[in-house]
């Protein structure tokens, strides 16, 4: 098999390569540097495929790092994102075990940053499903709740809430229910909520 043309991707570091077989695929600068691989040479398929897994473990783990740059992200977000743009799964199971021994994916760390910066706005159940969402393991967000999130603190934010709510508004039985449903919304318990809006029905607001 012989390259025939080597061709450069916008004003990365990235090439199109073919040969007079056809399209071969993309590939990094700095694997062609490497294997010094240009137009005219020949090359056999079993050397290409080796080339192309190397390739491939380079490619995804740079642009992983490109993507967690641009805020931290669980194991499933960046499996997701580079299956997405069509990595083979072996590459993108290689870079996620690569990024984890590095420490730039740590699931539990990811759920208590977020945990910390949503717990004001929403309830356990929201937090909970949305890790759950992304990807995070059960127990992981357990641990992560009950260390970070007590039923008071939980409690004094769906109060904060329902002030917010109801600031110049007078609670009566529709306006009620219209609270309840948006507080449930936004993860906050049953039993939660109903104290909450007892406490404001007795003049806690």
């Known amino acids: 098999m012989e390259i025939t043309e ?7 570091n990235r090439y199109h ?3 007079d077989s056809g399209y071969i695929g993309i590939f990094e600068a700095e694997i062609l540097a490497k294997y010094k691989l240009k137009t005219g040479q020949d090359i056999d398929k079993e050397s290409l495929e080796k080339i192309k897994i ?5 490619a995804s783990f740079d642009r992983a790092l490109s993507y967690l ?3 931290m992200k669980t194991e499933k977000g960046i499996r997701d994102y580079l ?16 990024l984890t021994e590095y420490g730039y994916i740590n699931d539990r760390t990811y759920a208590e940053n977020y945990v910390r910066s949503y717990s004001k706005t929403k ?5 909970k499903y949305e890790l759950l969402s992304k990807g995070v393991d059960g127990e ?3 641990e992560v709740l009950s260390e970070n999130l007590n039923d008071d603190e ?3 934010t769906c109060l904060a809430l329902t002030k917010k709510y109801l600031k110049n508004r007078e609670l009566d039985i529709k306006l009620k229910q219209k609270l309840y449903s948006h507080l449930v919304s936004k993860g906050f318990g049953f039993d939660v909520v109903s104290s909450v809006v007892r406490e404001v029905e007795n003049g806690g607001n």
């Open 83 to 98: 299956l997405s743009k069509t990595f083979p799964e072996e590459c993108v199971e290689r870079a996620i075990e690569k």
């Open 154 to 156: 939980e409690k004094e």
């Open 69 to 71: 740059e641009k805020g």
């Open 123 to 127: 309830g356990r159940k929201k937090l």
């Open 140 to 142: 992981i967000i357990e």
């Open 6 to 12: 080597i061709k450069k991707i916008g004003k990365g």
């Open 54 to 58: 190397e390739n491939g473990d380079l």
């Open 17 to 19: 390569l073919y040969s």
